[in-house]
């Protein structure tokens, strides 16, 4: 006879909740904003609660499975825990210990998918979230606009669409919907030459996603599609290159980028007038050098963790004070790590991803398998956007970051010697 206990804990170790939970994760994560609207924000906090108990009952019945160096990257967790620890110097100390709870919460989420998904199961339910996401947004934006004539306004929805936009979607703002739809167009075509989805629905994907990036009308669209293409055109010259050629071509790429970079800072002004992006750019100066005083006053470790602003508490209402504005974010993920958790936060948060970009890219360039490029490619698009948006700090983009992260650490990482070691076996070659 089953008892309960054996019952649930065969069910939480079972392939189908593993595929049903990462699904419920997907779809709960990148539609935040939309049940949000729908609901309220205390909905949205069970669900992420739910989520996380949940996966924290899988990874007990799957704990001979895992080993605990390999359970999350050492800079994920320095990284968590330097944010825990600037609740002791926020200027609100309970406002603070909640957006470390979501910020635990969403990695926490990151790490149960990636340890009970692979990469391409992974990319295929992401794909799926995406598709569903997309769709959805679009009838909104038909409804709103073009059917109904009406903005929807609790969903940040405008009707913009007959005009050709502005459009936001279900995702608040046209800046994240572009960003969603970058990440899906990466997610989509990564489907197709994977050969999990076939012609059929990837050109629809690819099309729709496509459409509604351009729709939005968001000026690092075009930014973030320009550095996609070119990291995938560098990582398909790096992987067709013969072995003995590709560390000096790799470093003849790093030179590239890094020359790419200085003139793109050089001639920043004329990318910005080509872009027509000005008065966005104009809006993200004068907020920087209003913050960068603030900055100043606690240059080591910033001001606590908060996630997004909170108008009510300092320093931010003093920003968009001084700005006139209702800013809820610093609009630039760096800046907003060094404001609200100092060097030595935004030092951890750059090697978590730089350490993962590298190791991902290093990956993707020896495995034969198409799948593997698509975690330097998302986080290519979250290192671009976040100069622009502070969208990789919280939720989708967050949750992104953690779960790029462990895929990294998992392929690539001085763990495997140890588990080497341990085990008196060697690691597996890259294939």
């Known amino acids: ?3 309960p206990r054996r019952w649930l804990a065969r069910t939480l170790a079972s392939v189908e909740m593993a595929r049903a939970y990462t699904t419920c994760a997907l779809l709960a994560v990148f539609g935040s904003f939309a049940i949000g609207a729908f609901t309220s924000s205390t909905t949205m906090n069970t669900i992420i609660a739910v989520l996380c108990v949940i996966g924290v009952g899988i990874l007990w019945v799957r704990r ?19 944010t825990l620890a600037s609740t002791a110097w926020s200027t609100a100390t309970s406002a603070s210990l909640r ?14 998918v990636g340890h009970i998904r692979d990469t391409l199961q992974t990319v295929r339910a992401l794909g799926d979230a995406l598709r ?10 038909i409804m709103s606009g073009i059917l109904l004539d009406l903005p929807f306004r609790f969903l940040g929805i405008q009707g913009d669409l007959a005009h050709g936009g502005p459009i936001q979607g279900l995702f608040g703002t046209r800046n994240m919907l572009g960003l969603i739809a970058v990440i899906a167009v990466i997610t989509f075509v990564v489907e197709w030459r994977s050969q999990s989805l076939s012609a059929g629905v990837a050109i629809p994907s690819v099309t729709l996603a496509g459409f509604l990036a351009l729709f939005s009308a968001s000026p690092t669209v075009l930014v973030l599609a320009a550095a996609v293409g070119a990291a995938s055109v560098a990582l398909v010259m790096v992987r067709q290159a013969p072995p003995a050629r590709r560390r000096p071509l ?4 790093s030179a590239v980028v890094l020359v790419v970079l200085i003139a793109a800072a050089l001639f ?30 606690r240059p080591a470790q910033g001001w606590g963790w908060f996630g997004l602003w909170n108008d009510d508490l300092y320093p931010f ?21 060094l404001l609200q958790v100092g060097a030595g936060g935004l030092l951890l948060l ?10 991902s890219w290093l990956v993707a360039s020896v495995r034969r398998s198409v799948v593997y490029a698509w975690t330097p490619l998302v986080l290519v698009a979250l290192a671009v956007d976040s100069l622009f948006e502070s969208f990789t700090l919280v939720e989708a983009g967050w949750f992104l970051l953690v779960l790029c992260a462990l895929r990294a650490g998992q392929s690539r990482s001085w763990r495997e010697n140890i588990d080497a070691a341990q085990t008196s076996s060697t690691p597996l070659p890259d294939r």
């Open 250 to 253: 790799q470093w003849s790429l």
């Open 350 to 359: 750059c090697l978590l991803g730089g350490i993962a970009l590298v190791r």
């Open 1 to 3: 006879m089953t008892t």
């Open 268 to 297: 920043r002004n004329r990318i910005i007038a080509l872009l027509d992006a000005g008065s966005d750019f104009n809006t993200r100066i004068e907020l920087w050098k209003t913050l960068l005083p603030y900055v100043q006053q």
């Open 99 to 112: 957006a470390w709870a979501a910020l635990a919460g969403y990695a926490l989420i990151a790490v149960v």
């Open 132 to 141: 569903i996401l997309l769709a959805l947004s679009l009838i909104a934006e």
């Open 317 to 337: 209402n003093s920003i968009n004070y001084f700005t006139n504005d209702h800013h809820g974010s610093a609009l630039n993920a760096f800046l907003d790590a």
């Open 64 to 82: 001979e499975e895992l080993t605990l160096l390999r359970i999350a990257p050492s800079t994920l967790l320095a990284f968590l825990a330097w």
